[in-house]
């Protein structure tokens, strides 16, 4: 079995044996702890908002033993199930960090730092490249540990004819608001 589809087996067990455990606590009720961050997630962090933002899918587990496990995919950068470590929740406070190793950089120690929306909904935080370089995320829930991850986005291309009439259409269809045009040509 791959390492991918182990890890994958190691949470979908995980998750079976914390659905035999105690009812999870409904959404939005007062009384009682925080909800827990365990589950599927997806986001981005925005190293320059607008610029270069890049998508992720964590994915948080707890072991009936206590111990969280997690793993992150960095979509750009075609990293699947790498795994997530020193995992730690506090009421709503969640961290954990991500380590790899980087042909230019050696070995980069990134940790987030978030805070669990009180609905369960969103993690918000740090996500501190290398220990020094912050950039916000934001991660919304997508689905329970375990289940299959979602297809990454693939922005849809558009091809132009040689005229460009579908970009003076697309240009003028909403003449009441701001409109920006950026073409990318090999020209």
Known sequence: MSPK???????????????????????????G?????EGLWRGVILYDPGKTEIDVVVEL????????????????????????????????????WFNRDSPTAGRVESPFEGELSADGSTLEGEFIEG?????????????EAGEPRPEPRIAELHPLSAGGDELREAFN???????????????
Do not use: C
């Open 61 to 96: 587990a707890r072991a009936p033993d206590g111990r969280w496990a997690g793993t992150i995919d960095v979509l750009p950068m075609r990293l699947e199930y790498q795994p997530l470590e020193d995992i730690s929740v506090e009421g709503s406070h969640v961290t954990f």
């Open 131 to 143: 220990g020094k370089n912050p950039h916000p995320f934001t991660l919304e829930r997508i689905g």
């Open 33 to 37: 702890p925080a909800p827990s961050p």
């Open 173 to 187: 269809r909403h003449q009441d608001a701001v409109r920006v045009v950026m073409l990318l040509s090999p020209t």
């Open 5 to 31: 589809a182990l890890l994958a087996a190691r949470l979908a067990a995980l998750t079976a044996a914390l659905a035999l455990g105690s009812p999870a606590r409904a959404p939005g009720a007062d009384a």
